[in-house]
């Protein structure tokens, strides 16, 4: 008998970051259906290995709900620093059970409960919708992503500076989306990590001094760590956000400053059964290209 491929609905599925959920869960032998907004999108995420796309809006239940019919399970992140980021997961939580879909991982952030940052409030209300729901949930807690390293790369690789808008001994736990992406890809094809909440963090609390090293080993030429101001990061990387965007992700960069950011990679290990992925690998890759 041919083994059931479930279908699962992607949100995020032409992101920086959540794209790389498409191709884990292909891996798995999932069946992707990507959620768009456009038919732009919609060729982009066929482009990254969706079976299929569908247009809807996070804002638009219906829309969600056709979305989702027939669909095994949902993979959700929210769109960052949106006003309505809460509603809009709230909106897919009740799409999804209303649609009959069985499973639901939700890609939320890294001690949630710190609710002063508005990018971590946003999420508990749809955890909590998750926890009063029939789904089978499971939350991820992402610690901040190698993959925001990209903005600040061409200045390491062309000015050999690595500037952020926090002190240079400021330690932060990281991680790679990649190794996020593989464990909601476990969690959607499989039943270990059903109804869990799992921090998911890299080896290591690097600070900037550290990564400019690894950053210099990898380039082989001396790249230097500083800090500077939250305006003048934001015109060397230009993040795409709007200014009220930019003011909430101030904040963010002001609490790194004032404690760092925690975390451990035991829980991602244990996941994966094999090393997560490391920073100084991440950082010769992107030396490589």
Known sequence: MEQHRPTVLVVGATGRVAALVVPALVRRGATVRALVRSESGRRQAVGNGAAEAVVADLRDPPSLRRAAAGADGVFHIGPAFQADETQMGCNLVVAAQQAGVRKFVFSSVI????????????????????????????????????????????????????????PVHTRIARVDYRDVAEVAAIALTEDRLAYGSFELCAPGRFNPQEIAAMASEALGRPVAAREMDFEGWVERTRPPYDARQLQLLSKVHAHYAAHGLGGNALTLEAILGRAPRTLAQYIRELAAA
């Not at 971590?120 to 926890?131: I, R, Y």
């Not at 009063?132 to 610690?143: D, F, G, M």
């Open 111 to 166: 001690q949630p409960t710190h609710v002063t940052l508005a990018n971590h409030a946003s999420k508990v209300p749809v955890e909590a919708a998750l926890f009063e729901s029939k789904l089978e949930y499971t939350l991820l807690h992402p610690a901040n992503f190698f993959q925001n390293l990209r903005g600040a790369w061409p200045g390491m690789a062309r000015d050999g500076v690595f500037a952020e808008p926090y």
